[in-house]
Structures are given as structure tokens and as C-alpha cells.
């Protein structure tokens, strides 16, 4: 009797995540190391917000599509932000591990996300250049301590090396669905049997969008 071979089924789902954090704390050398395994010092700051999109194949045979929303870090445009992360399933609060100052500004974006983001969100923690270890004014333990009693997962992270700038992307992705939100409109499943899909995306909208 002849066997026959069929591609296991791959289901896809739609992941909206936002980036919150200082001016210059690196959201969008992250975001593009995450995309195009590219580091620019010299990317220009985001004004408003920006929009990128990126699918990543889980072991599972999960494809997973990130819709991310890099926010702007500049205090005159913290009004625009709860437009991207009220909707948002994840959201991601970096600081800069040199500057004491962006980990106290984190910690205001946590409140806000406690305050105003989707019940079910789920928060990572990122102390971004790592490499500056030298220059280090955030300790590892106090950084992970505060994560950890305000329910959120913690990493370090270096979008110059790229030093577990994936692993925050998938940890955030296992999160979610683990987590199995109460809100699924913040998601969207199907099943194919087509193979991984790439996309990627960029829009510049206005700032009184």
C-alpha cells in the first residue's frame, strides 16, 4: 500500500506589540536589528510613531506576524501613545543600562500600561545596550527585581551586537500564547499548509494621526 506524505498543518497568528521607553534608549535600533539584522547609530529619532511587521516560525509550527509600533520617546508625544498600546497584546518597556534616568522613565510607561493597556497584556522589562557593560548604571538584580513584582519578564538586550534581541521577540510571542488572552480580538489564527512567510512593512504616519 503507497504512503502518502502531507506538510503538517502550520497555524499563523497576528501578534500587535508596542515599543515604549525614552529618547534614545534604542527601540528602533532593536526594531531593526529584529527585522533587517541591520545596526544604523545613526537612525534618525522617531518622530510620532512608526509601524514595522515581522513573521518568525516558532518550533511549534507557529508562524507568528509581529505588528509593531515604535513610539516615539520624546515627552511632547507621550500623549500619542496610549493610541498603540491600548490595542497592543504585548508591549515592550526599554531602557538604556547606562542611564538611571530612562529606568525611572520605564517605570512610569509600567504604570501606564498597569493603568490604561489591555487587562491580559503581556510586559517585557529590556535594559537595551548590554555592551556597555563598563558603563553600567542599572544593576542586572534591580532592573530584574522590579520586573518580576510588577508581573513582567526581564532581558537584556543589544541591538549593536544583536545579543538576545530574537529571543526577546519569541519570548514574547510563548507569552501570549500561553497565556491565552480573554480578549481575541487582539489576535488572529488560520491554518495552511503553506510554508514560512516573511513580511515586512514600514509606514512614517502623521503625528496627528
Known sequence: MESKCSSPLISFLDLQLVLLGDSGVGKSCILLRFVRGQFDPSSKVTVGASFLSQTISLQDSTNVKFEIWDTAGQERY???????????????VVYDITNPETFLKAQFWVKELQKHGNPDIVMALVGNKADLENEREVSHAEAQAYAKSNGMFFIETSAKTSENVNQLFEQCTEGDIARKPKHPSLYSRSRNSLSKVHQFRRIHPSIRA
Request: net charge positive.
Open 78 to 92: 507621550a500623549s500619542l501613545a496610549p493610541l498603540y498600546y491600548r490595542g497592543a497584546a504585548a508591549a515592550v
